[in-house]
């Protein structure tokens, strides 16, 4: 593989070589888009539903930030994360193995012009936007409930772009490492269920005990929450700055990892 470098770690030589793979990704999704968001969107809502409707009714409501929501709004506020980080995640885990590892596309698409440097930024980019097409829809159905109407809501579609990539860039990190489907368990397993309960989706991080809070506070799912739920309380963000420059450290070191990791795959 000539075109991989001899120094894993240099600094990633980007191109916009990336946007015909990207291209690609996406004409072969639109002949199964349908099912695709069915099943992206399906899980997601029967959660909001199961635990806003039916838990929601026994919870009523909860006090953040000094005033009483309903329970359904606090879920919804967080599960909209956590949608965004799991199309992304299934995206670079699943679909990015199969394109790299069981049908070869990668090395075919290497045989054109392209470096492996853009293949990935281009399953990283395309991974985020199938995350930020999920969580759209779902956010629609939530309006649509009546869930939150307020117009700060726009501010959360960058926001859910950058949770996106970020986890789309860490899910490379065990893509690059994976031999095969089966190692993806101890990614969700051990990495995102956790990160799942640690980060106030369905209850405050004020429970959870001091030096666990401590390290929740720093989750990147936790400061995309903490960025996302004020929007649909009509509210703008406490520390906007540094929850983004948190989400945005994430996603450089992860893709960095996760792309020295897959020239090392390459390169043996």
């Known amino acids: 593989m000539s075109q991989i470098q001899n120094n894993i770690w240099a600094a990633p030589r980007l191109s916009m070589r990336?946007?015909?793979?990207?291209?690609?990704n996406w004409l072969v999704w639109k002949k199964l888009a349908i099912p695709s968001l069915v099943g992206n969107i399906a899980e997601p809502l029967m959660w909001l539903v199961a635990f806003g409707y039916g838990l929601g009714a026994l919870v009523g409501q909860i006090e953040l930030g000094g005033e009483k929501v309903p329970y359904i709004l606090y879920l919804?506020?967080?599960?909209?994360?956590?949608?965004?980080?799991?199309?992304?995640?299934?995206?670079?885990?699943?679909?990015?193995?199969?394109?790299?590892?069981?049908?070869?596309?990668?090395d075919g698409i290497m045989n054109a012009p392209v470096r492996l440097d853009d293949v990935v930024l281009?399953?990283?980019?395309?991974?985020?936007?199938?995350?930020?097409?999920?969580v759209t829809a779902i956010l629609g159905v939530m309006l649509a409930l009546g869930i939150s109407h307020s117009w700060k809501l726009l501010g959360a579609w960058p926001v859910l772009l950058g949770v996106g990539i970020t986890f789309s860039c860490m899910a490379l990190i065990f893509n690059a490492l994976a031999k095969g489907y089966d190692f993806f368990t101890y990614y969700f397993t051990l990495f995102l269920t956790p990160m799942m309960f640690l980060s106030g989706i369905f209850f405050p991080r004020e429970q959870l005990p001091g030096f666990v809070r401590v390290i929740a506070d720093w989750l990147p799912l936790s400061v995309a929450v903490d960025l996302v739920r004020p929007l649909f309380l009509d509210r703008w963000p406490d520390q906007p700055l540094r929850h983004v420059l948190v989400l945005a450290g994430f996603a450089v070191v992860s893709f960095w990892v996760a792309l020295a990791l897959t020239r090392k795959r390459f390169r043996s």
């Open 76 to 106: 919804a506020s967080g599960s909209i994360c956590m949608s965004a980080m799991n199309a992304a995640t299934f995206e670079a885990l699943y679909s990015a193995f199969s394109r790299m590892h069981v049908q070869k596309t990668w």
């Open 18 to 24: 990336w946007w015909p793979v990207f291209q690609r």
């Open 122 to 134: 281009a399953e990283m980019l395309w991974a985020a936007f199938k995350a930020l097409f999920t």
